[in-house]
């Protein structure tokens, strides 16, 4: 279940986390800007008067229906649609900072009083990126999530080596840290006709660096973007009203946990070890086709397979509660799966997303009175890049809403956006019901923590050197206090709300040199802020083993004393077993 290459470094997969539309934020932040830039001229402002004057007309004439309805249901109706359609009619523009700046193969056309930038590359040039770059002022968007739009068309685009190149489509810059992120369009290659293209990303707190880049990467080919088109949606920023988190004193007086997260299936003696290691947590999680799209579509055969899951692990917690360990229930495959992005298809399909508030009523009776179970994980590592009508916080909250009717105590775990990153901290909102806990996946750097696991065989190229912690990756200086920083969002969030962080999932390759050090600074710090923790994963994957050793995936072999699993040995010997 470890979330795959955020792309927040260089030469790493675009970072691709986004978005949640979250009704209760002011309209303000979610204001949609429009960008227009042709070579010498900067076009800004509202959007034309009068699509302005149909639209309050159609408001007019639906509060014109609206009084026909009773008081109370009118101010409910309000409330659900008021923050939508301020969303939907809030606009205004911003411009680049300097005139296009073109590379090798583009031309900027004007057709019919329209901005086209043209990039055409031969099959010898195309190893390089060859994009257009303007600046691109983002100050308007800072601490904000924000979803970037443009339409283009692509004439015989090559297959990309890289996923993340092909059709180039960036936002590039960096934060006040110096820090650098590549935001772009990925899997975008072929033939197609004039459409939207479109992604997320996540500003913080932009630096000075900031480059908008049109045009291919990895390929050749032909492609086009309307200039006109480019816009900038915020989609949401910090929220703002003021709220501390309500815990009962149960679950506020619970001892930190610390554990592992479960293999696919338990077997019995799987809980003589974790009883020996002193652990007293386990996220037992519900997976299948990890990394696969379009999956998980049949809601029957889903069921069955749901089923099954729930019936194994009714036999195995008692056997771990007698050893003193309790579980949070993760569903970490969701009804409808995920799409060839990532999104997860409950939040655009009606039919999932109500599905998964049925799957959860359905858990929620069946371990209601069971005191093994600690919390119900409600979704693993969402990803909504795009507005949606179930989205992925909303789509949380009814889930948990619905829980609460049938177990009204025991604590709900909530994940953010972005496969659960800790930057996502930035925006998230608390929910505001009682035994909230809300959980943190921690891999950064991704291009330390994931490195070569996305290669078949797990070996170095020729020439290539691994990476090592601590140590500079992808150009910034990696070690303790660096992985402070990447947690701040997270720990301000706790600050700020009182809240119960949990730690998920952390981990790093069976190969990446220095491993057990970079785990031991992340427990470091996951005890200093008093947060539960538990290592992804025990007995799964043999990337993520402590019990084994390798330098590949051909050379990994039974290591009885790994020094990872010194480590969280050390770790688990802070718990106190109940």
């Not at 010498?40 to 007309?57: C, D, H, Q």
């Not at 229906?65 to 939508?84: E, N, Y």
Request: glycine letters at 8%; a positive charge.
């Amino acid at each position: 279940g470890a979330a795959p290459e955020s792309g927040g470094t260089a030469g790493a997969p675009p970072r691709t986390s986004a978005l949640r539309t979250d009704t209760s934020n002011s309209a303000a932040s979610k204001a949609s800007r429009t960008i227009t830039k042709t070579p010498k001229t900067v076009i800004s402002g509202a959007r034309p008067n009068a699509i302005s004057v149909r639209r309050k007309e159609r408001r007019h004439a639906n509060d014109e229906s609206l009084q026909q309805i009773g008081d109370d249901k009118m101010k409910s109706i309000r409330k659900f649609f008021l923050p939508l359609l301020l969303f939907c009619l809030t606009a205004s523009a911003a411009p680049l900072k300097s005139d296009w700046k073109l590379c090798r193969g583009a031309t900027l056309e004007t057709r019919d009083g329209k901005q086209y930038l043209r990039v055409v590359i031969r099959p010898e040039e195309k190893e390089a990126m060859n994009c257009a770059e303007a600046e691109f002022d983002l100050a308007p968007w800072a601490d904000s999530m924000v979803e970037l739009t443009i339409r283009a068309r692509a004439k015989g685009v090559s297959a990309p080596v890289n996923y993340y190149n092909g059709v180039k489509f960036m936002l590039n810059f960096t934060d006040e840290t110096g820090k650098e992120y590549w935001n772009n369009v990925v899997r975008l290659d072929g033939t197609f006709d004039w459409r939207d293209i479109s992604f997320a990303a996540l500003i913080g707190r932009p630096g000075k660096k900031s480059l908008l880049k049109l045009g291919l990467q990895e390929s050749s080919g032909e492609v086009e973007f309307d200039l006109g088109s480019l816009r900038v949606t915020k989609l949401f920023g910090a929220p703002a009203e003021p709220y501390t988190a309500v815990y009962s004193d149960t679950v506020a007086s619970a001892p930190q946990f610390r554990g592992v997260m479960s293999p696919v299936r338990f077997k019995a003696e799987d809980f003589d070890t974790l009883g020996e290691w002193n652990v007293n947590l386990v996220r037992a999680q519900m997976i299948r086709n990890w990394g696969k799209a379009g999956t998980d579509r049949d809601l029957g055969e889903y069921d069955a397979w749901l089923d099954g899951m729930l019936d194994h692990y009714e036999k195995m917690f008692p056997l771990g509660y007698r050893k003193g360990i309790r579980f949070v229930i993760d569903l970490h495959t969701l009804p409808g799966g995920r799409y060839e992005s990532g999104e997860m298809a409950m939040f655009h399909e009606k039919e999932y997303a109500d599905h998964f508030i049925a799957v959860w009523k359905k858990i929620a009776e069946r371990f209601k009175d069971n005191p093994a179970v600690w919390g119900y994980d409600l979704v693993n590592e969402p990803s909504q890049i795009r507005r949606a009508p179930y989205d992925y916080w909303n789509l949380q909250r009814r889930a948990a809403e619905a829980i609460r009717e049938i177990d009204p105590e025991r604590p709900v775990i909530l994940e953010s956006n972005g496969w659960d990153a800790p930057e996502t901290f930035r925006y998230l909102a608390p929910l505001k019901l009682k035994n909230i806990i809300y959980q943190v996946h921690m891999y950064k750097p991704g291009a330390y923590t994931h490195q070569r696991v996305k290669v078949r065989d797990g070996r170095l190229k020729p020439g290539e050197k691994p990476i090592p912690y601590p140590g500079k990756i992808a150009g910034t200086d990696y070690d303790k206090e660096e992985l402070r920083r990447d947690l701040q969002p997270v720990r301000d969030f706790q600050k700020k709300y009182g809240a119960r962080i949990y730690v998920g999932e952390f981990s790093a390759a069976i190969w990446a040199p220095g491993a057990a050090d970079y785990l031991r600074d992340c427990i470091e710090l996951f005890e200093e802020y008093g947060w539960d923790w538990t290592y992804h994963a025990f007995r799964e994957s043999p990337v993520w083993d402590v019990e084994k050793a390798g330098t590949n995936r051909g050379d990994i072999r039974p290591a009885a004393d790994a020094d990872r699993r010194r480590v969280l040995l050390e770790g688990f010997r802070r718990n106190k077993v109940n």
